[in-house]
């Protein structure tokens, strides 16, 4: 079971974080991976980290947007600054013990329930 935390309406430039902890004792060996969807749109790719560190990030998030995890606490947590009305979506934290494409949302197995965040012009 995946829960979520953090999101939340914030002003444009501004900063949140959303948290997503994982339940089991191999937690560590998941890949795990942020998606979002905006209203009427695919869910698409934000971000992942995979168990030995490797990170990779969506276009549109580089340079703003963190992914990391603390696998002490089964938990994996997505850093955003410099948030932008474009950012606005509901946020999924994914995991898969190994995608076939990172990027694709139909490659992972587990999926948080989401978090919504908003972002104001």
């Known amino acids: 079971v995946q829960l979520q935390a953090g999101g939340g309406l914030v002003q444009a430039g501004g900063s949140l974080r959303l948290s997503c902890a994982g339940s089991?004792?191999?937690?560590?060996?998941?890949?795990m991976g942020w998606f979002r969807q905006a209203p009427g749109k695919e869910r698409a790719f934000v971000a992942a980290?995979?168990?030995?560190?490797?990170?990779y990030y969506a276009d549109s998030v580089k340079g703003r947007f963190t992914i990391y995890r603390d696998n002490a606490k089964n938990t994996v947590y997505l850093q955003m600054n410099s948030l932008k009305p474009e950012d606005t979506a509901l946020y999924f934290c994914?995991?898969?013990?190994?995608?076939?494409?990172?990027?694709?949302?139909?490659?992972?197995?587990?999926w948080g329930q989401g978090t919504l965040v908003t972002v104001s012009s």
């Open positions: 994914a995991a898969d013990t190994s995608p076939r494409t990172i990027a694709a949302h139909t490659s992972w197995d587990y």
């Open positions: 980290k995979t168990s030995n560190g490797i990170t």
């Open positions: 089991g004792r191999t937690f560590s060996s998941y890949v």
